[in-house]
C-alpha cells in the first residue's frame, strides 16, 4: 500500500466481531465485507467517495449492513455471482440461529474471476476461493494497493474458513488455500474477515493448512 496516497480503516461490526474495511485512495473509497452497522460506517466516511460495496462472501455477518451503506452512499454492491443468493437473506435467520441487520440488496455487479474493481489509484483483482462459501473470492491489491489483499473467511492465522455450513466444502478451500499460497507474494499483509490481518509469509511458515 502507498501510505503517502492510499489509507486502510477499519471497523469491528456484529457480534461475530467482522472486521468491515474501508480502502481510501485518491478520495474514493472501496468498502469491503460491510456486515453490519451500515448507516454507522457511512458517517465516518462522508469526506470521502464511496464507488463500491463488495462483499468476499455471502453470509450476513459480511453483508448485513450493505444494504444501509449502499442507501447512504449510492454506492455499487458487488458480490461474486455464487453467493448473491445466500446474500440476500443475510436479515433472516440463518442455519447456525442467527440474523443480521437486513438482506443485502440486489448486486448491481456479479463479480467473477480476473475482474477489477478501481478506487482511485488503486486496483483490486478478483481472486476465487471458494470452499467456505461457493462464490468466496479475495480482492488482491495492485498498483498503489501492491501488498494488500482483502482474504474475507478463506483464510485465518493458522488457520481457515469453517466449511461445515450449507455450500461448505473442505477439499475445496485445500485447493483455494494451495492456490493462495502459490499466487500471492509472500509480503502481501492478509487482511482477514475476522481477527487480525496477518501476512502470507507467516503462514506460510506457520499455518498448517498451507503445507
Avoid: W
Amino acid at each position: 500500500m502507498d501510505k503517502k496516497r492510499d489509507e486502510l480503516r477499519q471497523f469491528v461490526v456484529t457480534p461475530l466481531q467482522t472486521n468491515c474495511y474501508a480502502y481510501v485512495s485518491d478520495g474514493e473509497c472501496l468498502v469491503v465485507d460491510p456486515g453490519g452497522s451500515g448507516a454507522a460506517v457511512a458517517e465516518h466516511l462522508g469526506d470521502v467517495r464511496v464507488v463500491c460495496v463488495a462483499a468476499t462472501h455471502g453470509h450476513g455477518d459480511h453483508v448485513g449492513g450493505a444494504a444501509a451503506l449502499v442507501r447512504a452512499t449510492g454506492a455499487p454492491f458487488a458480490i461474486h455471482a455464487a453467493d448473491e443468493e445466500l446474500s440476500r437473506h443475510a436479515g433472516e435467520m440463518s442455519e447456525v440461529g442467527r440474523s443480521y441487520d437486513e438482506n443485502a440488496p440486489a448486486a448491481d455487479r456479479l463479480l467473477a474471476e480476473g475482474d477489477v474493481i478501481t478506487v482511485g489509484t488503486a486496483r483490486f483483482s478478483v481472486m476465487e476461493t471458494p470452499g467456505h462459501t461457493p462464490g468466496g473470492i479475495v480482492l488482491l491489491g495492485s498498483d498503489s494497493a501492491e501488498g494488500v489483499a482483502f482474504v474475507g473467511d478463506t483464510l485465518f492465522p493458522g488457520s481457515h474458513g469453517r466449511t461445515d455450513l450449507k455450500g461448505g466444502d473442505e477439499a475445496t478451500i485445500m485447493a483455494s488455500l494451495a492456490r493462495m499460497a502459490a499466487e500471492i507474494a509472500p509480503e502481501t499483509t492478509l487482511l482477514c474477515g475476522h481477527g487480525p490481518a496477518t501476512t502470507m509469509a507467516r503462514e506460510l511458515a506457520m499455518n498448517p493448512f498451507l503445507r
